[in-house]
Each structure stands twice: as C-alpha cells, then as structure tokens.
C-alpha cells in the first residue's frame, strides 16, 4: 500500500510518500513547494494569491501522488494555518477545487505526532523534545506514555525572523530578545527546567546540524555552548554567515540564525546542556497513527462526487 502525505506548513508543502507493509514502512518519494505563507499574509490573513499558490502547489503534489499510484492521500496543516484569521475559506478552496481535505491539527496533536515520530526512532524512553518550524515551535515532555506536557508557540524560524529581525543577519541584541522571548513564553506555559538533552526535530535543527558538522566536528550532539559560539561568530561577521549559510542551507539565509536562538532560547531555560537533532518529525507520526489506526479515512469531497456518478 502507497501513502501520500502532504505536510502544510508555514515554510513548506512536503509530500512523502510512504510504502507500507505488516505496519512498516520507508519513504520513496520527498519532495517540497515553498508555501510562502508569510510573505502572502496580510495582516492576519493569508491573501487570495497565497491561497492560488497552496492551490497550485497541492495539485502538483497529487500529480505525483497519481504516478506513483498513491492509495490513499492525506495533507494536514500545522502552525501555517493556527494563525491565520481566515484559515476556515483556506480549507474551503483547497477542498472545492482538489478535493484534498485539509485536517488543521492542534498543538496538542502535532505534541502526539511528534511523539510517536520519536518513540520510533530514540533509545530514550523520557525527555523534553522540540520541532522547530516555520511558524511555531512545539515543546514538549514525555515519557514511555506520551507527551506529558506540550505547547505550541508562535516562533517558528520564519515568524521569528520577521518579527525580530531588521537586517539579514541578527544584531546582539536582536538574539538576546528572542531569547528572552522563548524562556517568557516557556515560563508562562508552566515550563520548568528539566535538564538532559534536548531532542530537536524540523527543518531548521536538521540545518543547524549540518552546519556544525561542516565548521566545527562530526556529530549527531551539539552543546549549549557550541550553540552560542556559533551563533556569535555568525552575527560577528555578517557577510562571511550569509556566505557560510548560502552553501549550507540556502533556503535559510534570513531564517537560519534566528532559528538558532529559539532552540538556544529553549535549551538554556529547560537547562539542556546538549542538543540531539533527529530527521523524524510530525510527518512520520502521522505515518504511525494511520498505521495504528485501523478505521477507513473519512471520504473527501471528489470522493463522494465520484462516488455519486
């Protein structure tokens, strides 16, 4: 069995698609559209060219969901569209002219997706995770049962950059308040210090990974210290960091460094004094709920159209 799914989310439309057997399953195709969900909001809402955009974008995703001949297609969306006032006419467009239904996931949810994603993958039965996207980030702790505390958080790398950052490359004092913006908004949500190691999930830990391996040393760990002596050197030298990140994760070059006083932000106040990335996240927590979901998906709109012919 083929299983398509589409991740909305702030930075990008990801599909995988996944194969699947006796409840395993392995990735064969990944590809990812730009959303381009903050450039196209208007105040607080996503404009008619933006949602042309994520219109275009998912019909392309299905084309390749039909050569691989996906049996069933799935798209959620995370923080891409928590915080849109009109995310409601979004999912009604996409519907209408795909057929694609668009399941808007809480914080909570993308708390038990990540989870499940982790579980998979890590010999660690308890901890405090992250998965730092575009529009959010999700912090939680859990243990062998689940996610025992989460929240989700407006400063995803992309939405951090645009509301702290004047520049291309961050000032001092632009990182310190970022900083100081995470650990308040931690404090606020009844977050305490837990200490351990800090298991970082998203697009933009996966970089920051990349980036450490490439200057400072192989690894799949990176401290706390290593972390703030990165970003230092990087505000430092502006220009030598937009080289240095146009070679690494050229997509990034704006959204990199502040996305690296959110984790930095989250690991001092949670006092983690190591970071672990893992390239697991919300999609293939997803993947596992389906699998361990026996119940049939409910039908879309083409479904019941075609179903009527």
């Known amino acids: 069995m083929r299983i398509g799914i589409i991740d909305f989310g702030t930075n990008t439309l990801r599909l995988n698609i996944f194969e699947t057997e006796d409840r395993e399953y392995r990735s064969i195709y990944d590809f990812a559209i730009y959303s381009k969900i903050v450039e196209n909001t208007v105040g607080t809402s996503l404009s008619q060219d933006g949602i042309e955009h994520i219109i275009q974008a998912i019909e392309e995703h299905q084309q390749a969901c039909r050569h691989y001949r996906c049996d069933r297609v799935e798209c959620f969306s995370t923080a891409s569209l928590r915080y849109v ?16 239904k668009i399941k808007m996931i809480s914080g909570d949810e993308e708390a038990k997706y990540d989870f499940l994603a982790i579980k998979s993958v890590a010999e660690e039965k308890s901890g405090t995770a992250c998965d730092l996207g575009g529009g959010s980030i999700q912090v939680f702790v859990y243990d062998e049962n689940g996610p025992k505390k989460s929240a989700s958080f407006p400063l995803g790398s992309s939405r951090t950059a645009k509301r702290f950052v004047k520049g291309s490359v961050p000032t001092p004092s632009e990182i ?92 001092k106040k949670m006092n983690c004094q190591k970071m672990k990335v893992y390239t697991v996240g919300v999609r293939e927590g997803f993947m596992e709920s389906i699998l361990n979901d026996d119940s049939k998906p409910e039908p879309t709109l083409l479904d019941m159209i075609l179903g009527s012919i």
């Open 85 to 100: 006032d009109n995310a409601a006419d979004v999912l009604d467009q996409v519907e209408f002219r795909t057929g694609i």
């Open 176 to 267: 310190a308040d970022i900083k100081k913006c995470v650990a308040d908004s931690l404090s606020e949500a009844g977050f305490t210090p837990s200490k351990g190691t800090l298991f970082a999930m998203g697009g933009t830990a996966k970089a920051i990974q990349n980036l450490y391996n490439a200057t400072v040393k192989k690894g799949d760990e990176i401290s706390a210290a290593d972390l703030d002596i990165m970003i230092s050197l990087l505000i430092e030298k502006p220009e030598e960091a937009l080289e240095l990140i146009s070679e690494i994760a050229p997509k990034r070059l704006r959204t990199l460094i502040p996305g690296m006083a959110v984790l930095a932000g989250v690991m």
